[in-house]
């Protein structure tokens, strides 16, 4: 009896592995969507649409970007949280995504049961910049500066809550200084009251203020990334330049809905890797500023989580709040 109960329990096995395996040499079998949780043309755009073009031509199947932006990146990954587990649809996650959790009570997802961790692609390291006005020509300078008079320096932001924010809560809270935050509706809003003095400080990506700096109207300091920019290599990191512990900048990743087959997620994660790797992809990311540094899908999820706790304690020092 129990030996007919092992061939039966055998079999089944057997035909779960075969579905399995046909699904996965079947897939994909029609388009794959990226929905990237913000509008066209910034960064997590450019990269979703690059890394799309070349999935599409190594898998012969297009790969359709749809942007949903809204609810600081909510209502994107809400419709992939719903999703089919079925490898179609992923989302192009970034740092904004894992601080949210810590700003709003009510999100329409968990971030780690209704995601499953496809590959992390790599960061892109901001530049602490100030205006040439500023009598501070490092990090050390800026430091002992807002120590020495605190509260007097301004730093701007893209807006309450994202990444740029929280960049410069987390070098309040390494270096010990107070700054106070002005948020503005975009960088490209920030820029000219930085370069006016009204206000004196930005974390920010280095494509939008390198030229501005090559035409001495702003200073760049440091990189904010754990090594060196190699769009930036004479700029040392604000932990070189002695703030210990300090990493900040947006990553990104893809992940699919929770339940996502892990045959699925292992073949999108290897097709993924590879065109990440290439030499041309690559250079084309470093005029981006962005390190590229691709992994498992379990090193990804680590990593996701980890940022959860990192943000989360940052928020709660720097008694930051959606409403601020």
């Known amino acids: 009896m129990l030996g007919g109960l092992f061939r039966r329990a055998a079999v089944a096995v057997l035909i779960l592995s075969s579905l399995s395996g046909s699904a996965l040499a079947a897939f994909p079998e029609r388009p794959i969507h990226i929905v990237v949780p913000t509008t066209v043309g ?3 755009d450019t990269l979703a649409r690059m890394v799309g073009q070349a999935l599409s031509a190594r898998l012969g199947q297009s790969v359709v970007i749809e942007n949903l932006p809204g609810a600081n990146g909510m209502i994107g990954m809400g419709k992939v949280a719903k999703a089919e587990p079925d490898g179609y649809t992923l989302a192009l996650t970034f740092t904004d995504h894992f601080i949210n959790p810590s700003l709003y009570k009510n999100q329409p997802y968990n971030l780690l049961t209704d995601f499953t961790p496809v590959i992390y692609l790599g960061a892109l ?4 910049t100030v205006n040439p006005a500023v009598p501070a020509k ?3 300078e800026l430091v002992a500066l807002a120590k020495a008079k605190p509260g007097s320096l301004n730093f701007a932001s893209a807006g309450t809550g994202g990444a740029l924010h929280l960049a410069g809560e987390l070098f309040k809270v390494k270096a010990g200084v107070q700054m106070t935050h002005v948020p503005y509706k975009g960088t490209s809003a920030a820029l000219p009251d930085l370069m006016s003095n009204r206000v004196q400080v930005i974390f920010t990506s ?4 390198k030229a501005h700096a090559e035409g001495g109207k702003l200073r760049l300091l440091a990189t904010t990334g ?3 920019s190699p769009d930036l290599p004479d700029l040392p990191t604000v932990q070189e330049a002695g703030v210990p512990g300090y990493v900040s ?3 990104y990743g893809l ?3 929770g339940k996502t087959p892990r045959a699925i997620v292992d073949r999108l994660n290897q097709e993924i890797a ?3 790797k290439s030499d041309e992809f690559n250079k084309a990311m470093v005029k981006q500023g962005v390190v590229l540094k691709p992994g498992t899908p379990e090193s990804f999820g680590e990593f996701y989580r980890s940022e959860i706790g990192k943000w989360a304690t940052v928020i709660k020092e720097a008694g930051v709040s959606p409403a601020e």
């Open 42 to 44: 910034g960064g997590a």
């Open 125 to 128: 390291p901001f530049v602490v």
């Open 138 to 140: 490092s990090i050390q």
């Open 206 to 209: 280095a494509i939008s203020v």
């Open 226 to 228: 754990a090594t060196r």
């Open 249 to 251: 900048g947006i990553w």
């Open 255 to 257: 992940v699919a809905p």
């Open 274 to 276: 590879a065109i990440v």
